[in-house]
């Protein structure tokens, strides 16, 4: 069974701040991944997708990356801004166009001015 | 466009009740799917459908039925409302299966 784990949990940071946000998933079959951004009490904006045959995509100061072998990826953001504070969800795709997205727990981010 | 639109934004039940949690789109996408959030817990998959005339079960479907009448339209019914149905529920679409997901802003439920 598919199982998607993000470290930390929570995680507290200065502004201007460069930092790493961590998601890893048990089975390696999967079609993509994808992170979100939740802020309190809204629905999730998707930030990024990457297919499995890719290594990473980035969006303005987003990066992520994708070690589908290893069963990993990583959000990167740089350069960290109050406005960045929320909860960041990543979701893995099972095998097959059709298949259903299974998320993480999420980490909680805050970034202090 | 507006995307994903949800009603209602917040309801409480009793425990028994049935209703019905609404959700459109207007991008005309194929796929759309029916989350619960539950604190502690990620996103779980409820229902889902590849288009219209076609749904399919996700991972917690017990409770819960969905019809596909229209591109557009998605609703969810509770049936007999339980206090673990308490909990916030998202729907969401994409052209495809595979492609990038959109949340509506999600219902907040619950089950007295």
């Known amino acids: 069974k598919q199982e998607v784990t993000q470290i930390p949990a929570a995680l507290s940071v200065p502004e201007g701040e460069n930092l790493v946000l961590n998601c890893s998933f048990t089975?390696?079959?999967?079609?993509?991944l994808q992170w979100f951004r939740q802020d309190p009490g809204k629905g999730l904006t998707s930030l990024l997708l990457i297919q499995s045959s890719q290594r990473e995509q980035t969006s303005g100061r987003l990066n992520a990356s994708l070690d589908k072998s290893s069963g990993r990826s990583t959000l990167y953001i740089a350069a960290s801004q109050p406005g960045d504070s929320a909860t960041y969800l990543c979701?893995?795709?099972?095998?097959?166009?059709?298949?259903?997205?299974?998320f993480g727990k999420g980490t909680k981010l805050s970034v202090k001015p | 466009n507006a995307g994903v639109t949800q009603t209602p934004k917040f309801q409480v039940l009793k425990t028994g009740q049935s209703m019905t949690l609404q959700c459109a789109q207007d991008?005309?996408?194929?796929?759309m799917s029916w989350y619960r959030q539950d604190p502690g817990m990620g996103l779980r998959l409820i229902h889902y459908?590849?288009?219209?005339?076609?749904?399919d079960q996700g991972e917690v479907p017990n409770g819960y039925n969905v019809s596909r009448s229209t591109t557009e339209d998605f609703p969810l019914r509770l049936l007999s409302a339980a206090p673990s149905q308490t909990s916030v529920y998202f729907c969401?679409?994409?052209?495809?299966?595979?492609?990038?997901?959109?949340f509506g802003p999600g219902t907040r439920l619950t089950v007295l």
């Open positions: 089975d390696s079959a999967i079609y993509n």
């Open positions: 969401a679409s994409s052209q495809r299966g595979a492609d990038t997901q959109y």
């Open positions: 991008m005309n996408h194929e796929y």
């Open positions: 459908s590849v288009g219209a005339g076609i749904t």
């Open positions: 979701a893995v795709r099972k095998g097959g166009s059709q298949g259903n997205l299974i």
